[in-house]
């Protein structure tokens, strides 16, 4: 039963272009048949803890006997088993001042552990070669390349860490209701143009 792992980030409600691109491609996923299911995580309306303690990012066994908390352990696990669950993944990333949300830097701090997730002390790399999907959005233009920051620790953490096949999505012009400069009609065409890519990928990954 080929699972697909939504994860959304975005504050916003109905009107987030991200999870709406999220929601297209897992639409699409399910169209492919009854067996294809979807996993929902909302680091939103359920947020991560955060990274209170240097041990979070290594196993047991290289803490050098340095305990967690168990409520974060627990936490930590469960993460990293719906990941490895999963057959694809799909994370939505709005663009906050220049980066992604806390809470999904929150989430990428619970399953990047090396030696686990990623390779350290083995060659431990359960998730490679399978495929996740990032779909970003941000308020104004792309003419500073902003995509490319905030991006690139996801792709460098997900893709070389984790060893997934990582793809983008970006939609850009989100705020053009608010500041008409940016073109609604052009903000319109980008979000069409992006739905029809994550649904394209939805259907094939």
């Known amino acids: 039963m080929p699972v697909l792992l939504k994860i959304d980030s975005s504050v916003d409600g109905a009107p987030s272009r991200t999870r709406r691109l999220t929601a297209g491609l897992a639409e699409s996923w399910r169209s492919r ?3 294809y299911t979807v996993v929902t995580r909302d680091l939103h309306r359920d947020p991560p803890p955060v990274m209170v303690a240097s041990a979070q990012h290594w196993p047991e066994r290289l803490r050098d006997g340095a305990q967690l908390d168990p409520a974060l352990e627990a936490a930590q696990s469960s993460a990293i088993a719906e990941l490895l669950a999963a057959d694809a993944v799909v ?3 709005p663009m906050y001042n220049y980066a992604m949300p806390a809470t ?3 989430w990428i701090d619970l399953v990047h552990v090396p030696g686990v997730t990623a390779p350290f002390d083995v060659e431990s790399r359960p998730l490679a070669g399978r495929p996740a999907v990032l779909v970003a959005a941000r308020g104004g233009t792309d003419d500073d390349g902003g995509f490319a920051h ?3 620790s996801l792709e460098l953490t997900i893709g ?3 060893g997934m096949h990582v793809r983008t999505i970006t939609t850009s ?3 053009a ?3 008409p400069a940016l073109g609604e009609q052009l903000a319109e065409d980008e979000l069409e143009t992006a739905l029809a890519q994550a649904r394209a990928l939805g259907a094939t990954l």
């Open 33 to 35: 048949g009854h067996d």
């Open 91 to 93: 994370i939505g990333v």
């Open 104 to 106: 999904l830097k929150a």
């Open 150 to 152: 905030a991006l690139g």
């Open 160 to 162: 070389s860490g984790l």
């Open 173 to 175: 012009r989100t705020l």
């Open 177 to 179: 209701d608010r500041v």
